[in-house]
């Protein structure tokens, strides 16, 4: 299992992550509702994103979360549900999932800091 690094995920170091999900969530539910055509690209930036805070909270060396391996920060069940995400960007079930896996993120790095 690869560990949380207690000085990445003080909240101010965090917060910025969630705070652009927020903006980019707006503009994905945005474009499903306008079916424009915008919302996998949109999705591949939140992926992104979602990957980068695990891989910066974790003591790691990647730039990108490795499948095969777990993650401390990852929320239950957490990099199978992101691999049904990757699969499917397009789809609006895999936006709710990935508003999901950013709320339950968010959830397991406050418990982590309290924790340690």
């Not at 474009?31 to 930036?45: F, I, N, P, V, W």
């Not at 990757?86 to 936006?95: E, H, I, S």
């Amino acid at each position: 299992m690869i560990k949380v690094r207690p000085e990445a995920i003080q909240k101010e170091r965090v917060e910025p992550y969630f705070a652009q999900w927020e903006e980019l969530s707006l503009l994905i539910h945005q474009a499903h509702d306008q079916r424009s055509g915008e919302a996998k690209t949109l999705m591949e930036k939140g992926i992104s994103l979602f990957e980068e805070c695990v891989v910066n909270s974790s003591y790691c060396n990647e730039q990108t979360v490795n499948e095969n391996e777990e993650y401390e920060v990852l929320p239950i069940n957490g990099m199978e549900r992101l691999s049904f995400i990757k699969a499917r960007p397009g789809q609006y079930a895999c936006y709710r999932q990935l508003d999901e896996l950013f709320k339950e993120l968010k959830k397991r790095l406050a418990r982590l800091r309290i924790k340690s």
